[in-house]
């Protein structure tokens, strides 16, 4: 991973001012005989084809270009295959299009159409096929995207009626919990948290702290918000979900001007999930034009006033997935600090020393008691400017009274 990755030392409060830059075709490569094969329409000439990107997860893009012929129809056709190499490489271009196919399934346009998948002849590498869309802006229009994502949401029906998904899906090369499937919103993400927490100390190490943060998450934060979805007469329905929803996934179609989405990990949850990785600032999709017209379109879930709470519970998973396939971003300590609100908000009897911590990040008793001398001075500088506001008010009066009395004394 390059120290230039846009995640790497951003402060998590900063927006990035930088337009995203379109990805760059470079040359042409040995096209494997199975890609051949699964070209969608027989009896094609191939024109060329050619190396676009190589993806920060170790995927790359390539662009396929080539002329149909069947009967009188003559035209030109773009086609794209996503190479995979590594051992999570079969795992991740099933699951991509698993969820690529699921996603145009319910909104047809919405994502690249797969075509097909498989693993290469002359290498260990795999391959999936997908129809090629010219990338413009990214993100794309925040009205535009905010009412197709939505629409998706909500027109998706799982197929068993509960949360999950029918494969193994991934977070770029990390494999997600989401071949299950659960009655409870709550027990899954449960599982897939879980799964995120044993990744992150395999990774980085032991970090006490962190890992007792980490339990009451799970143990305590998660049932206090989640659980209630599905309690006192409230429901909610498992969407179909992109699953990475974020500036770089997202764009506008340069031909027909529409949103679209690509690179999904898909799996059923609750619809406001996918928006938990907009909640870093880092991100473009964190502008509030995003959020706001989100919300129009699919009204948050109640408990409405928990929304918040869920949201920065959502935005864990995403902001561990950067920590754990980014070296050098500073994404662990921010979900450090994130637990500890979280805590803070829904368990504070259950972690009273660490709450504190997060209250004065300094931890040490003298700096607290110099913030409470502070206070206590900026206090007794407060009331003595209201004092002295009051006098000269008093003073103002009296001058004021004295002038008139001198005016009616004149005109007697």
Known sequence: ???????????????????????????????????????????????????????????????????????????????????????????????????????????????????????????????????????????????????????????SVSPTGKFGFHTTTCHGTITQITDIWEESWAVLYRKQLAHMFAMDLEKHGSWPEFEQLCDLILKKVIPRLLEPLQSEGRSIKPCLLHGDCWDENTATDMQTTEPFIFD??????????????????????????????????????????DWDGRNLLYSLRFNIGTSILIPGCNQREIVFEDMKELCRRYCPEDSPTLIQRAQNPAGTEEEEEEEEEEEEEEEKDEKKKEAEDEEEEIEEEEEEQEEEEKEKSAKH
């Open 1 to 155: 991973m390059s120290t230039d990755h846009p995640h790497v030392n951003r402060p998590n409060n900063v927006a990035p001012e930088e337009e995203i830059k379109p990805p760059s075709t470079y040359g042409s490569f040995p096209l494997d005989e199975a890609v051949i094969e699964s070209l969608p329409v027989p009896g094609t000439k191939l024109i060329s084809w050619h190396d676009q990107e190589i993806l920060p997860q170790g995927m790359e893009y390539r662009i396929i270009v080539y002329l149909i012929q069947v009967f009188t129809l003559t035209g030109l056709a773009d086609n794209e295959e996503k190479v995979a190499r590594g051992p999570s490489a079969s795992i991740m271009c099933e699951g991509e299009f698993e969820s690529m196919k699921a996603i145009n399934e319910v909104s047809p346009s919405l994502a690249p159409k797969p075509w097909a998948r498989g693993k290469y002849k002359n290498e260990d590498s795999y391959f999936m096929l997908t129809d090629f869309r010219d990338v413009g802006k990214q993100p794309p229009d925040p009205v535009k995207f905010t009412a197709r994502l939505a629409d998706m949401h909500m027109r």
């Open 264 to 305: 999904a990990g898909s799996f059923y949850g609750h619809n406001e999930y996918d928006t938990g990785n907009w909640r870093a600032p880092r991100h473009r999709l964190s502008g509030k034009l995003y959020v706001k017209n989100y919300k129009r379109n699919f009204f948050p879930s109640e408990p409405k006033e």
